[in-house]
């Protein structure tokens, strides 16, 4: 109970503290009339017309909307948890199948010949050194390419390789990880003892997987944020609404009240999977 | 165990198959009623479609359909009726128009004389960025804003508009977005949206994805289309992709790239394209910031020198050439002036003038191709002075023009309607556009409307003003064959309220 | 062997990032025997520029990654044997919140508010962003270490915090401070293609995020821009892979005989 009281009170000093800190850094970005007004900012009447650019409340007062459920308007005059939950949904079934890619690649290493773990290691590793983004020109290369075969599936051609776009880099990662975790395990002392005690190598693997999972769940939160990061570049790259966009968007706007909402989601779900790694060495019996 | 493993996977199996289904019922998927729907590209998603304060191109594009004036004036010069339906002048610098019958706003109040000048006089209000277009109209200006006296409605279904001094002008002025009649009673929405008198009116917007409007009756024009979908497309070979595929019905050429992509590699460049060309009021300019080079030590004959030093120096021809028919060679820094040289630089006592402590400046230009293209063709070293490079992200761009943080900028500048007053507010102390050019104080004196006033005025910015001229653009929109329609303001901006299907 | 090749290599890299490409030509000429690649959009010898930019790249990456590595040392080292739990718990709250939101977006604040891409800028976004990363796995690494039996006895004689940090602890912590450092150096190459994406890049910029950025832009016209780009990353890869592994496969050095 102690563990879990320390890991909540942890995790709602980190969300809070994110939010507060993100305040205090987007305070020097450039004021949003700039870009919406153009040539014309310099008119200081004009500007009155934009009441959600020029918004003046402190940070406290802000905080208090937050926890009222009141996360402000866009700059656009969209409530922010409008236009969030749009973003969510929009981006959740890409999450989820990019969830599932990354799942697999952990899944098929782990039950991967040995011989193919140190190369599959190796070029893995080489691989995470690229770019995340590097995926997502790749996807929308692919798209440009295949486009003219498909064109009464564009739609769903631009979902499926966004979705590719987005896994990938985090499959690399963790693929990189759970071979380099398997070539260790299967030199293990009790692994040696149970195949000599006649265990089949399916056995042994299906044995091994928990400890893959074990040992690669203190890695879920970057994984996520990996995902975060991919999700930015594949949807503002195609042009396509979703979290990624959205958070692209508050950026390049200078969109001070979806910025922090984006900011708070962020924290939240973040210290959700660090509660559940947490969760998951509990149950493999590991104290903090 | 094994009953569980099966129920696991039989749960992730049927997540999965709802999550397929999820999935392709992705968000941007417009209804389709394929005979008259277009799909046109928006290549930004920062919406806002309220005249008050749009300011950007794609913004516009979509206000041009929901939104409409008392007229119509199209590049050729000629006027078509919108809400007005018949007009005519009673002397010089009065007009008379008389409105269209059953005309309502897109929240269905009806549109009368009183609605019109409301929405007039709002628009020449301080608060409103299209101000300075209708300063001709006659007005006091008051503690509480503008009283607008040369507006007036003796009926219901007549507004006379009375000009200070008559100007060849007012009616380009009263159809561009200025002069768009909105609802004033009504709140503005989401989006900037404000009820208007336009064929169409916006049925959905899918945040960073897609705007959709839909036909309505009632507006100023009959809607010759069911449907207007305007889909974000941000990148241009994905954008020539959607084209090559009829997946989008055109595509303003708007960098060399897109025209490579969409003419010369063979995507789009076949019987069903076509190009079409029209002129438009947008240049490309370099800004000194005179200030800061006095600031360095520059004496003002060291600025005059290096200014046409630097206008000598700029290739225009191939800077023009490889915009690849986006633009031609612009010499003079004031564009309504279509002649003249280049002012060779004063060789008597420029020749004693040493600029060689003077520091490396910086050009800062937009984060796009084009810019990039014409920012790296420009001099990088004159008199001696080195002359760097560096791209900024719109809003920072805008930012440090503003605040006279910048050396040099690469700037592209459109006007709104065609007027000299337009490229006059750049140079003129106290107009808005000032902090983008150089207050002459001569400017205030300068009567537009006189003999030899354009000429005049271009010399006077050549002396004194901070602009060297590069390229003046050329319109290029390359269209499927299956539209029709598009239309092009005086001042050479789109119009897409008439867009139709070819028969 | 192969490691001198590689830092001959290494060495002929850092040599390139003086160079600065000058414009040689018309925008996207084709291959000649002075410019094997051809021409990029700005006219430039785009095999200069490639090379010029992998050193530079290369050149940030290591500096960046070392500063780092020294900083986040101290630092780690005050909180981990800092005999004040409270401390121990505060730098952990202070990593997990600063790590609660994803590198990407205060990349990309940090990078606005500085006014876009310039060397100030990304140095400064590169550390703070980074910093928390770097001094998760450091501060991780040392407590390791800190339960060893030889660092107990080292704290037991009172040796200097400086010689116990630079010739017990990091030679016992090369390994992960050499992934680290791998892993910095990856993301500080590219750095400036992402933030290009998002419309922050100065494109004419001579480095290899960059010039990824544009490869991606003219992938169907001109691919060779954004191969070759791939080569780059892939060449700084093998070269800091190679001395990496160099430096952490030399033995560890430590026998409770060499504390004194």
Same mark, same amino acid.
């Given at each position: 109970m102690t563990i879990w009281m320390r890991e909540i009170s942890r995790f709602l000093i980190c969300a809070l503290g994110a939010h507060a800190i993100g305040y205090v850094v987007i305070q020097v970005l450039p004021n949003p009339i700039y870009a919406m007004l153009?040539?014309?900012?310099?008119?200081?009447?004009?500007?009155?017309?934009?009441?959600?650019?020029?918004?003046?409340?402190?940070?406290?007062e802000r905080l208090l909307d937050t926890f009222r459920g009141d996360l402000g308007n866009t700059l656009d005059g969209v409530p922010v948890w409008q236009d969030l939950s749009f973003a969510i949904f929009a981006s959740a079934p890409r999450l989820f199948f990019a969830v599932l890619i990354i799942a697999s690649c952990l899944v098929a290493v782990a039950y991967a010949p040995k011989r193919v773990l140190a190369p599959v290691s190796n070029v893995a590793t080489a691989l995470a050194f690229l770019p995340p983004y590097l995926a997502p020109f790749l996807s929308l290369w692919l798209y440009v390419a295949v486009l003219p075969f498909l064109p009464t599936f564009s739609r769903q051609a631009e979902e499926i390789l966004i979705v590719l776009g987005l896994a990938i880099p985090a499959a690399v990662f963790l693929t990189a990880q759970v071979a380099s975790i398997t070539i260790r395990n299967l030199d293990r002392p009790f692994v040696q003892n149970i195949r000599s005690l006649g265990a089949g190598e399916l056995a042994i693997r299906h044995r091994l997987l928990h400890h893959v999972v074990f040992e690669v769940s203190p890695s879920l939160e970057k994984i996520l944020v990996g995902l975060f990061t991919a999700i930015i570049f594949a949807e503002s790259l195609f042009g396509a609404s979703g979290i990624g966009s959205l958070t692209a968007r508050a950026i390049r706007r200078t969109d001070i009240d979806l910025m922090l909402s984006v900011i708070l989601m962020s924290a939240i779900v973040v210290g959700v999977l660090r509660l559940s790694a947490v969760g998951i060495r509990n149950l493999y019996g590991l104290k903090q | 165990m094994r009953l569980k493993t099966y129920a696991a996977f039989a749960a992730v199996a049927a997540l999965g198959l709802a999550g397929v289904f999820v999935f392709t019922q992705a968000p941007n998927a417009p209804a389709?009623?394929?005979?008259?729907?277009?799909?046109?590209? $928006?290549?930004?998603?920062?919406?806002?479609?309220?005249?008050?304060?749009?300011?950007?191109?794609?913004?516009?594009?979509?206000?041009?359909?929901?939104?409409?004036?008392?007229? =119509?004036?199209?590049?050729?010069?000629?006027?078509?009726?919108?809400?007005?339906?018949?007009?005519?002048? $009673?002397?010089?610098?009065?007009?008379?128009?008389n409105l269209k019958p059953g005309l309502t706003f897109t929240n269905g109040r009806m549109v009368d004389a009183n609605a019109v000048i409301e929405s007039l006089c709002a628009s020449m209000q301080p608060n409103h960025i299209q101000s300075w277009s209708l300063k001709s109209i006659a007005h006091n200006v008051t503690d509480d804003g503008v009283e607008c006296t040369g507006l007036s409605a003796p009926d219901s279904q007549t507004v006379i508009v009375s000009e200070s001094a008559p100007t060849p002008w007012l009616l380009d002025a009263l159809s561009a977005p200025g002069g768009w009649i909105v609802d004033t009673t009504s709140q503005v929405g989401a989006y900037g949206e404000r009820p208007g008198i336009g064929p169409y009116q916006i049925e959905r917007v899918v945040p960073?994805?897609?705007?959709?409007?839909?036909a309505r009756d009632g507006g100023a024009i009959e809607?010759?289309?069911?449907?207007?979908?305007?889909?974000?497309?941000?990148?241009?070979?994905?954008?020539?992709?959607?084209?090559?595929?009829?997946?989008?019905?055109?595509?303003?050429?708007?960098?060399p790239r897109l025209v490579r992509l969409i003419t010369e590699n063979g995507a789009g460049i076949d019987d069903d394209?076509?190009?079409?060309?029209?002129?438009?009021?947008?240049v490309h300019v370099v800004a000194f910031n005179l200030s800061h080079l006095t600031e360095l030590g520059m004496t003002p004959e060291q600025i005059r020198r290096f200014l046409s030093t630097y206008a000598g120096a700029v290739d225009r021809d191939a800077i023009a050439d490889r915009s690849l028919g986006l633009a031609e060679p612009m010499l003079t820094p004031y564009p309504p002036f279509f002649g003249g040289d280049v002012a060779a630089p004063n060789s008597t006592s420029a020749e004693t003038l040493s600029f060689e402590e003077l520091p490396a400046l910086t050009l800062i230009t937009e984060t796009d191709d084009y810019s990039d293209a014409i920012a790296a063709q420009l001099p990088g070293e004159v008199l001696g002075v080195k002359i760097e490079r560096s791209s900024l992200d719109k809003g920072l761009y805008i930012q440090s023009i503003f605040e006279g943080k910048y050396d040099v900028a690469l700037m592209k500048v459109e006007a709104t309607h065609k007027t000299p007053l337009f490229w006059n507010a750049f140079f003129t102390p106290g107009d808005p556009y000032s902090s983008f050019g150089w207050p002459i104080s001569e400017m205030t004196s300068v009567d537009v409307l006189a003999d030899g006033a354009i000429e005049m005025t271009a010399s006077l910015v050549q002396q004194?003003?901070?602009?060297i001229g590069v390229l003046r653009d050329v319109n290029s929109i390359a269209t499927s064959d299956r539209i029709s329609g598009l239309a092009f303001t005086a001042s050479g901006q789109l119009s897409l309220e008439e867009i139709s299907l070819s028969k | 062997?192969?490691?001198?090749?590689?830092?001959?290599?290494?060495?002929?890299?850092?040599?390139?990032? =003086?160079?600065?490409?000058?414009?040689?030509?018309?925008?996207?000429?084709?291959?000649?025997?002075?410019?094997?690649?051809?021409?990029?959009?700005?006219?430039?010898?785009?095999?200069?520029?490639?090379?010029?930019?992998?050193?530079?790249?290369l050149v940030l990456g290591l500096i960046i990654a070392s500063a780092l590595i020294i900083a986040n040392l101290l630092i780690s080292y005050f909180f981990v044997f800092s005999r004040q739990r409270a401390l121990s718990e505060l730098s952990a709250i202070g990593v997990q919140t600063a790590e609660s939101v994803p590198a990407m977006i205060w990349t990309l604040v940090i990078v606005s508010a500085f006014g876009g891409a310039n060397w100030i800028g990304l140095i400064v976004t590169l550390f703070f962003v980074l910093t928390p990363f770097a001094f998760r796995v450091i501060s991780g690494e040392l407590s390791r270490l800190k339960q060893e039996p030889y660092i107990e006895s080292l704290q037991l004689l009172r040796l200097p915090a400086s010689r116990v940090l630079l010739f017990h602890i990091v030679p016992n912590a090369k390994q992960v401070l050499s992934v680290l450092a791998l892993q910095v150096t990856g993301i500080c190459i590219g750095i400036q293609g992402a933030i290009g994406v998002f419309g922050f890049a100065n494109r004419s910029e001579v480095e290899l995020g960059t010039i990824l950025l544009r490869g991606r832009e003219n992938m169907i016209e001109h691919p060779v821009i954004f191969i070759s780009a791939i080569v780059g990353f892939f060449a700084i890869y093998l070269l800091l892979y190679q001395v990496l592994k160099a430096i952490s496969s030399s033995p560890s050095e430590h026998s409770p005989a060499s504390v004194i």
């Open positions: 153009g040539m014309s900012s310099g008119v200081g009447e004009i500007s009155e017309n934009l009441p959600h650019a020029t918004q003046t409340k402190n940070y406290a | 389709e009623n394929e005979r008259s729907t277009v799909t046109l590209p $928006l290549r930004t998603f920062a919406l806002n479609v309220d005249p008050a304060t749009m300011a950007d191109i794609d913004s516009r594009k979509v206000a041009t359909t929901i939104h409409s004036g008392l007229v =119509a004036v199209r590049a050729d010069g000629s006027v078509h009726p919108r809400a007005a339906q018949t007009w005519s002048e $009673l002397e010089p610098g009065k007009w008379q128009f960073d994805g897609s705007v959709q409007l839909v809607a010759r289309l069911n449907q207007i979908v305007f889909d974000f497309v941000p990148d241009e070979q994905q954008l020539s992709a959607l084209f090559a595929a009829a997946e989008i019905d055109f595509v303003e050429l708007d960098s394209v076509k190009i079409i060309k029209s002129d438009i009021d947008r004194k003003g901070n602009w | 062997m192969t490691l001198r090749i590689v830092i001959l290599l290494g060495g002929v890299l850092l040599t390139c990032a =003086a160079i600065t490409p000058d414009i040689i030509g018309d925008p996207w000429a084709p291959p000649t025997l002075a410019s094997p690649l051809g021409t990029d959009e700005f006219g430039r010898n785009h095999l200069i520029v490639l090379l010029s930019a992998t050193g530079r790249s």
